[in-house]
DNA sequence: ACTTTATATTAGCATATGCTTATATAATAA
DNA sequence: TTATTATATAAGCATATGCTAATATAAAGT
């Protein structure tokens, strides 16, 4: 049986959303880790503001999730989205961001609640 | 020895051609076959205008071909694009639109020049 | 040369986008 | 309760986008 694929148009504005170098930079990074948007504001040099409104795009599409772990808001990547298996193989083509997480972790500016 | 990957700014501004309607089914149309504008007009119900102004940003990123033939320009899939793999990729979870040039073809509006 | 046909380009406009600044909210800490 | 911290939201603005309508171009046909 065959996946359902989603609609042209569905699956034209993930890619709307993915066009944008802020929102690809996060949705790379949270492909493989939770991050909190103190650590998106860090990592990609913007404003609080500005970070939070792309990150409001990218949840209100289903496409990242959020959970809240005492202070701090974590987002991850949302792999029950009908899109979510384009957007890895998206993700394949995309340089790796995982160096600046690390660079974070050595810094000691990496939040963990776990 | 690994491919080279496009940097992220690029990446993106590939996936915000693609997050187009109009223009994701150009490039899924293109993929497999050569098409003229008026076919897109034909296909896609929009205006030549439109149709044209969509080819030339998708032309201008080099991620399609036109070649002349008589009356007609014909457009299509730059294979040598450096993201044309990825696009490739993403095409394969685009809904198959042949079907549609199947449809121009039995109503004899195909246009052939060979 | 003139006309037709296919396509491209331009200008104008309404809407969308992404940013900044300022303010609000919500959970925690004192 | 009040203050602090992390995040969200709203307003305002400059720029980008996609469309239509009108016009230009360029090859082909007569």
């Given at each position: 049986?065959?996946?359902?694929?989603?609609?042209?148009?569905?699956?034209a504005?993930?890619?709307?959303?993915?066009?944008?170098?802020?929102?690809?930079?996060?949705?790379?990074?949270?492909?493989?880790h939770?991050?909190?948007?103190?650590?998106?504001?860090?990592l990609?040099?913007?404003?609080?503001?500005?970070?939070s409104?792309?990150l409001?795009?990218?949840?209100?599409?289903?496409?990242v999730?959020?959970?809240?772990?005492?202070?701090w808001?974590?987002?991850?990547?949302?792999?029950?989205?009908?899109?979510?298996?384009?957007?890895?193989?998206?993700?394949?083509?995309?340089?790796?961001?995982?160096?600046?997480?690390?660079?974070?972790?050595?810094?000691?500016?990496?939040?963990?609640?776990d």
């Open positions: 049986m065959e996946k359902i694929k989603p609609e042209i148009k569905d699956t504005s993930v890619l709307k959303l993915l066009g944008d170098n802020t929102r690809l930079s996060i949705v790379s990074l949270v492909q493989n939770e991050c909190c948007v103190c650590e998106f504001v860090e990609l040099d913007m404003s609080q503001s500005s970070v409104q792309h409001r795009k990218l949840r209100d599409a289903g496409l999730k959020e959970q809240r772990k005492g202070h808001i974590f987002y991850s990547f949302n792999r029950e989205h009908p899109s979510a298996e384009m957007v890895e193989d998206i993700l394949q083509h995309v340089p790796d961001q995982n160096e600046k997480l690390q660079q974070l972790e050595r810094d000691g500016l990496r939040i963990n609640c």
